[in-house]
Every structure is written in C-alpha cells, then in structure tokens.
C-alpha cells in the first residue's frame, strides 16, 4: 500500500457545475477525515467518517457538498454547482484503530472554479 | 473552540544550524494533543512529531524536539542540524483527545514557510 491516494491530483471547472472527488484511504484506516486548505492558511476540517458512518461535519461543509464512504472504504466528496470560493485544496486523511491521532494524508486534489 | 496561532510566517535557516518555529494554542480542554506537519512543495502533508498533553515530558524524533509549555499554551518546534530536505511548510496543529468513535479532527495554524539556505 502506498497511503492516501486522492484522484484527480487537478481539477478546473466552470461556476455552476458539479464536481466529484475520490479518496482511497490506507487499506486498514477505518477512519476518514476530508479538509479544504486555501492559499495562504491551514488545512479546515470539513467531515469526517468512521467506515461508512459519517460522524462529524462542519459548519463549512454547506448543503451544495455531499461527501459519502460506501461500505466503509474509499470517499467521495462531491460539490454541486460549484462558486469561484470553493477553489481550494481538498485533502483527504485516513488513521488506524490502534493510531488514531496519527493522521496520514493524501497529496490532494486542487479544485480552480473559473 | 480552539485556535492555532503561528505568528511566524516565513522564517530561514542556514544549513546545519538550528531553527525554532513558534506556535500558541487555546483550548480549554485538559487532554489533548498538538502536532507539527510538513508539508513540502507539492507533495502531501507528513506528521513530523506529536506531544500528548498530559505527558510533561518533550516530544523528540531525530533532529526535531519540541518546547510543550502547557500553562502558556505554547508548542515551539525546534530543528537541529538543518538540511536541505527540511524546507517546507510546517503547520501545528491541535486535536482533542477522545475516546470511542470520537473524532480527532485537526485544528491548524496558517504556517511558517522554512526556508534553508545552503
């Protein structure tokens, strides 16, 4: 296994489209967590997931996103008609049972909305 | 809630000296655990060292030690011996301490850019 995998590494879209994310954590990682990090700032928790349940979401995560973990092992985070502020890097993390405030993560994807 | 607050956001260090970041946090829970990422140009984010609260003594790992100083709320990271490969940026960051299904999100810092200059 070769950790966090995040698909795309890059996307660009126009205003009002849908986009979608993939993440595949680190095979044995029940736990999941997606952040958005803008230039200049620290990654902002958005959601996180133990398997399939989805436990914790924040305030940030509007109704326009959507982030789901079918039977508890890949993610997808999904952003309906997207706004130029949502341009940003989304990063995914994953942890183990045993370790689980060691949090590995993905190289991201960035999302530019134009 | 708790907050992040690194107030250096650059610094530099030559190569083989020592370098210390700075980073203050609030919380007003007890337990808890703070962290220092690197994150280097285009690749993703690696945990450099991690201190539990409740334990008074200094994180180390190799050439990276950090200052816990819990009644001032503050975690300073200090890099001895600097290489070419430390340049990045490093975050802090803090996360509750839980227990069961309890989630241990990460609340970070804006970041220091390192800088080693050979």
């Known amino acids: 296994d070769t950790g966090v995998s995040q698909n795309p590494r890059h996307k660009i879209t126009k205003r009002g489209q849908n986009v979608t994310f993939r993440c595949d954590p680190i095979?044995?990682?029940?736990?999941l967590y997606w952040y958005r990090q803008t230039l200049g700032q620290g990654p902002e928790f958005l959601t996180y997931?133990?398997?399939?349940?989805?436990?914790?979401k924040s305030r940030l995560l509007s109704d326009r996103f959507s982030a789901e973990r079918p039977k508890g092992s890949f993610s997808t985070l999904e952003i309906q008609r997207t706004e130029q502020g949502d341009s940003a890097m989304y990063l995914c993390a994953s942890s183990s049972p045993d370790r689980n405030t060691e949090a590995f993560f993905g190289q991201g994807t960035r999302l530019t909305v134009v | 809630a708790q907050t992040v607050t690194q107030s250096q956001p650059e610094m530099s260090v030559q190569e083989a000296e020592t370098v210390t970041l700075s980073c203050t946090y609030d919380?007003?829970?007890?337990?808890?655990?703070l962290f220092w990422y690197k994150q280097p140009p285009s690749r993703q984010m690696i945990l450099v060292i991690r201190q539990e609260a409740y334990k008074q003594q200094n994180a180390t790992e190799n050439r990276f030690s950090v200052n816990f100083q819990k009644a001032a709320k503050s975690f300073s990271l200090k890099i001895s011996d600097s290489q070419l490969g430390d340049a990045a940026m490093y975050f802090c960051?803090?996360?509750?301490?839980?227990?069961?299904?309890?989630?241990?999100?990460?609340?970070f810092g804006k970041g220091t850019k390192l800088s080693v200059i050979p």
């Open positions: 919380t007003s829970e007890s337990d808890y655990y």
């Open positions: 997931f133990q398997n399939e349940a989805q436990l914790e």
């Open positions: 960051a803090h996360s509750q301490a839980y227990s069961g299904a309890g989630s241990y999100q990460l609340t």
């Open positions: 095979s044995e990682h029940n736990r």
